[in-house]
T-cell receptor
Framework: GENVEQHPSTLSVQEGDSAVIKCTYS??????FPWYKQELGKRPQLIID?????GEKKDQRIAVTLNKTAKHFSLHITETQPEDSAVYFC??????????????FGTGTRLTIIP | DAGITQSPRHKVTETGTPVTLRCHQTENHRYMYWYRQDPGHGLRLIHY???????DKGEVSDGYSVSRSKTEDFLLTLESATSSQTSVYFCAISESQREGRYEQYFGPGTRLTVT
């Protein structure tokens, strides 16, 4: 089955700096890579995703890049703000857009923004 | 919140007792999932459903069973709870987006403690 590794497990950055979280996956059939943000005591919230037919996707201050050859993908957060502090999870799936996205998650990165 | 509710939100039970968690959705989604979240493990898929009476196992299904007799309800049962099943349980649905693509959204979670 799929295996997703996520690094680092903790990350502290100064407010206004950039943060990068990296994930690798094992199953070359995986074609969908979402990122979730989870605040303390809350549900995971989808913040951005990318599919294997694109290499990069941006949404305001967040971006995700995908390298299918190397089987890794990354989350980039620019101009970090205190509200970016949370645990971030990457995931991978080979659901092939048919709706049944059985996600395999990484173990999470606790991001702390230092004011 | 994609119309997902979970009940109960918190439960404490004793080892060996049966426990049923309920996930309810109001938007007629076909695909539903149960995950458990534990420190250091991220989220792991327990079981999923692709329609009424259609279910299948995920990566950590031992000790769990599910049922889906109506589109809106997906039940997770621990036949005989063990301390290793102390966890936060999240239900999720796949929601269709543009171009036939799907995104997965989570319910608010149930914190289960087995003593």
């Amino acid at each position: 089955g799929e295996n997703v590794e996520q690094h680092p497990s903790t990350l502290s950055v100064q407010e206004g700096d950039s943060a990068v979280i990296k994930c690798t996956y094992s199953d070359s059939a995986s074609n969908y890579f979402p990122w979730y943000k989870q605040e303390l005591g809350k549900r995971p919230q989808l913040i951005i995703d990318i599919r294997s037919n694109v290499g990069e996707k941006k949404d305001q201050r967040i971006a995700v890049t995908l390298n299918k050859t190397a089987k890794h993908f990354s989350l980039h957060i620019t101009e970090t703000q205190p509200e970016d502090s949370a645990v971030y999870f990457c995931a991978a799936s080979s659901g092939a857009n048919f709706g049944n996205e059985k996600l395999t998650f990484g173990t999470g990165t606790r991001l702390t923004i230092i004011p | 919140d994609a119309g997902i509710t979970q009940s109960p939100r918190h439960k404490v039970t004793e080892t060996g007792t049966p426990v049923t968690l309920r996930c309810h959705q109001t938007e007629n989604h076909r695909y539903m999932y149960w995950y458990r979240q534990d420190p250091g493990h991220g989220l792991r898929l327990i079981h999923y459903s692709y329609g009424v009476k259609d279910t299948d196992k995920g990566e950590v299904s031992d000790g769990y069973s599910v049922s889906r007799s109506k589109t809106e309800d997906f039940l997770l049962t621990l036949e005989s709870a063990t301390s290793s099943q102390t966890s936060v349980y999240f239900c999720a649905i796949s929601e269709s987006q543009r171009e036939g693509r799907y995104e997965q959204y989570f319910g608010p979670g149930t914190r289960l403690t087995v003593t």
